[in-house]
């Protein structure tokens, strides 16, 4: 199975991403998490996408399609993969059709405000990469990782000016995705404000039909 989530930043994206991984046993591709990667590293990639992403920027088409054809080749993307991140544009989509043939797009919607309320909420672990947020799934010891015990951090884009401008990015240069994948016949659309449980029965049931 070949997936891609489709959301704003804070739509839940990444957390639905690793419930179905577990359920259905494909890989996760998040191109923020392999950006941040390179960004930690200080490779050349990571030098330039790091000011563009403190921003609230995308980077280049180039460098991520570059990116995501290497990686979509690696053997745990044999059974199939979701995609978290990308594509972001349709021209980032029509490179992807001719990468592979997509079995599913799902899109997580919910407003703009609740969007910029989690984003600011949202918390991680710079060692093992659990992710939080404040507002409605908390660490069971504030700013302290369930799994590892590590101090939680805020990422620097999760500020409000930051995510205002990211919010503003989606609708400009990825929202378009939406018409683009239910012209395609594949897309299917998942209310983001219900309970995390309910988005992934409600994800689950629109891949099974």
């Not at 590293?41 to 995501?68: R, W």
């Amino acid at each position: 199975m070949k997936l891609v989530l489709i959301g704003a930043p804070a739509a839940g994206k990444g957390t639905q991403a690793a419930r179905l991984v577990e359920h259905y046993g494909i890989a996760h591709i998040s191109t923020g998490d392999m950006l941040r990667e390179e960004v930690a590293k200080g490779t050349e990639l990571g030098n330039q996408a790091k000011s563009i992403m403190a921003a609230g920027g995308l980077v280049s088409d180039e460098l991520i399609i570059a990116i995501v054809q290497e990686r979509i080749k690696k053997d745990d993307c044999a059974k199939g993969f979701i995609l978290d991140g990308f594509p972001r544009t349709v021209v980032q989509a029509e490179k992807l059709e001719d990468m592979v043939k997509l079995d599913h797009v799902v899109y997580i919607s919910a407003p703009d405000e609740v969007m910029l309320e989690r984003l600011t909420a949202r918390e991680s672990c710079p060692k093992c990469g659990a992710t939080y947020n404040k507002l409605f799934l908390p660490a069971k010891v504030a700013g302290v990782c369930d799994k590892c015990g590590e101090a939680l951090t805020q990422r620097k884009d999760d500020t409000v000016e930051a995510g205002k401008a990211r919010i503003a990015t989606f609708h400009e240069q990825s929202e378009p995705l939406v018409d683009f994948y239910k012209k395609k016949g594949i897309l299917f659309e998942v209310d983001g404000t219900q309970a995390i449980d309910e988005i992934t029965k409600a994800i689950i049931a629109g891949l099974d039909k």
